[in-house]
């Protein structure tokens, strides 16, 4: 999770839909916002990098005033992870089509338990992998929340190092000596949130499939099954429940790399990101947020998931996670906030999350 505070000005602008406050450069159709970066998760340790988001803002469409921009950053952590990304965001015409793609670069040392929903503590070891990752969404809106497209993906996985004697050096784990994932999907969502960065109401419903085929040049033939649901219910003026139940499902020959994964402060938190891994899952949140003044909140929330080689034994050793934490608005017109969290799983697994805007 990443979070930015942006710039002081140097210039202003008259797009009243961009932050005034942040400006490192204005042309008459581009402005550029400086992001340092500062993170904490459990699977990083503390982070920190910098960045900057680029607007394109010589012409408006109808989705919410939104603007075109790439967003990029770079970062490095206490585990020694560098990680570089740039995402692009880009409307066409009115806004009835768009690009939403992404690009990330990882050297990234991590940890692994080996497969399944039981995987003991005692299985822990080490290994580096350094990706690429590179995915473009191309999609059609139908006003005023519906959006439909294509999705390509592409993921390049080296490993670079694994403990001697371990589980990935038995070379028995799907991915262990690397893998290439290349595929095409199908994209459809209905989305009426009055806004991403901390809805206040409404619903979110994404369906999302696609597939990694040898014939592309994947090492791996797979297809994955995504399903999100969120929902958003005031109960009052200042007091919000949000609940959201995601669904993976993966069937084929899949790498541990694009094996699901249970944990993380925006999925499971209380568990480390890959805590618990294989080819189907299930994680079901509800949150209780409570505003206590305008741009201060608290929030408390349960969860419960696991993963399964076969989706029909769901529910059979669900793991459970409870936790809470406070937001803090960071500028009053803008709606981006910063988020402190602690979750506490089962079994001694816990984590303090630090990064920017809900979970979900």
Do not use: C
């Not at 394109?56 to 989705?63: E, H, K, L």
């Amino acid at each position: 999770m990443i979070i930015g505070f942006t710039l002081p000005s140097l210039g202003q602008s008259r797009d009243k839909a961009i932050l005034r406050s942040d400006t490192l450069k204005t042309g008459k159709n581009l402005k550029l916002i400086g992001i340092p970066v500062v993170f904490s998760t459990p699977e990083t340790g503390f982070g920190f990098g910098g960045g900057g988001q680029l607007f394109f803002t010589g012409a408006s469409n109808t989705f919410r005033d939104r603007r075109s921009n790439i967003l990029f950053t770079g970062i490095y952590t206490a585990n020694s992870q560098i990680v570089l990304q740039a995402l692009p965001q880009l409307y066409f015409g009115r806004g009835d089509y768009y690009l939403d793609g992404s690009y990330e670069f990882r050297i990234y040392p991590n940890k692994f338990w080996g497969i399944g929903n039981d995987t003991p503590d005692s299985n822990e070891e080490n290994y580096d992998m350094t990706s690429h990752k590179l995915r473009v969404d191309f999609l059609k809106r139908l006003p005023p929340s519906l959006n439909f497209g294509l999705r390509f993906n592409f993921e390049n996985h080296v490993l670079t190092e694994v403990e001697e004697g371990g589980l990935l050096d038995s070379g028995g784990i799907p991915g262990s000596n690397g893998a290439i994932i290349v595929g095409l999907g199908a994209i459809f969502n209905l989305d009426t949130r009055d806004q991403v960065e901390d809805p206040h109401g409404g619903y979110y419903v994404n369906f999302n499939a696609q597939f990694s085929s040898e014939n592309f040049g994947a090492t791996h033939g797979f297809n994955r099954f995504i399903t999100d649901l969120r929902a958003y219910y005031p109960l009052g003026e200042k007091s919000l429940l949000a609940a959201r139940v995601y669904v993976e499902n993966n069937y084929g020959d899949v790498p541990f790399q694009a094996k699901s994964q249970f944990g993380g402060g925006n999925m499971a938190r209380g568990y480390f990101q890959g805590r618990f891994i294989d080819d189907h899952m299930y994680v079901i949140t509800a949150e209780y947020r409570y505003r206590v003044l305008p741009r201060f909140s608290l929030a408390g929330f349960v969860l419960m998931g696991e993963v399964t080689d076969i989706n029909q034994q769901y529910f059979q050793d669900p793991k459970l996670s409870a936790g809470g934490g406070v937001r803090f608005k960071i500028l009053k017109q803008q709606n981006t906030l910063v988020r402190l969290d602690i979750g506490i799983g089962e079994d001694g697994n816990s984590g303090f999350y630090f990064g920017v805007n809900q979970a979900f």
